[in-house]
């Protein structure tokens, strides 16, 4: 059974920090592109930053970049999502994806597993 369990929200205040983990299980997990998508309220999912699976090619979107780093470990299955310098717009579920396919995918419909999400909210 495949599994994406996606930890590591939480409540922080304006300028911290925290770290998420996507742990895969069921599936090959280095031979998958794992993106991390967060919603916000009434809003899209959108895509946050990815990792092809030999961890030599990472998107951002542009609303992150400088402030996250996307990484991996594929001894242990996880990948991870390093949030620094937080602001309240980055507050929503974030969620974690997997898809077989080799490249840099932004959409949710390139993406055939999902975790179940894990809150962030950021304090102003």
């Known amino acids: 059974e495949v599994q994406l369990q996606a930890f590591g929200g939480g409540l922080v205040q304006a300028g911290g920090f925290l770290r998420l983990s996507c742990a895969a299980s069921g599936f090959t997990f280095d031979e998958h592109t794992i993106g991390w998508f967060r919603q916000a309220p009434g809003k899209e999912r959108e895509g946050v930053s990815c990792?092809?699976?030999?961890?030599?090619?990472?998107y951002y979107a542009d609303s992150v970049k400088g402030r996250f780093t996307i990484s991996s470990d594929n001894a242990k299955n996880t990948v991870y999502l390093q949030m620094n310098s937080l602001k309240p717009e980055d507050t929503g579920v974030y969620y974690c994806?997997?898809?077989?396919?080799?490249?840099?995918?932004?959409?949710?419909?390139?993406?055939?597993?999902w975790g179940q999400g894990t809150l962030v909210t950021v304090s102003s």
């Open positions: 994806a997997a898809t077989s396919d080799y490249g840099l995918y932004s959409q949710p419909d390139d993406y055939t597993y």
């Open positions: 990792i092809t699976s030999s961890g030599d090619r990472t």
